[in-house]
């Protein structure tokens, strides 16, 4: 009698621990499977702002100077052609607390491939202005998307509580 009960005990214990066993696998892979989801829709958020950045409205129209820094002629380059080329070599300079930058561009004038400095105030107006065209939808979609994963992986988690 006091045997049986032991044994049943034991029995018992046995399942107990294997369902647990079993909750934390399932609790580990749903981790690893909702890290990969909200790393994927950060991606996917971060490549969409970036091409509506390229597309946009300040980015297609807006101008920027640069001086030449072998003949000192100023010249314009579409923000367009800068963003087609991101590779260009880039120089920084920073005294105190203001970013001066050069590109290596070719002259239109002296006709040198050549380091010419470019205009940051424009760069920046054009710069904040797409990103202001941008920001708002992405970052609404961004949020979006967010909340629902993090109200799905709530669910999940409290779901496999509740079986468990
Ligand atoms: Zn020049």
Known sequence: MLEELREQMLAEQAEQIARLQLRNE????????????????VIFCFVKLMKDLHNSESMKSGEIAFTCETCGASFQVSAD????????????????RTIRQSRRLSCPYCRKKTWCRQDMAQSYQIGMGSLGEAAGKNLFRFLIGALVLSAAGGVFFLALNIIF
């Open 26 to 41: 399932i609790r580990t892979a749903g981790l690893i499977i909702w890290g990969v989801l909200l790393l994927g829709w």
């Open 81 to 96: 052609s800068l963003a087609r080329h991101p590779f260009t070599p880039v120089k920084t300079v920073r005294t105190g």
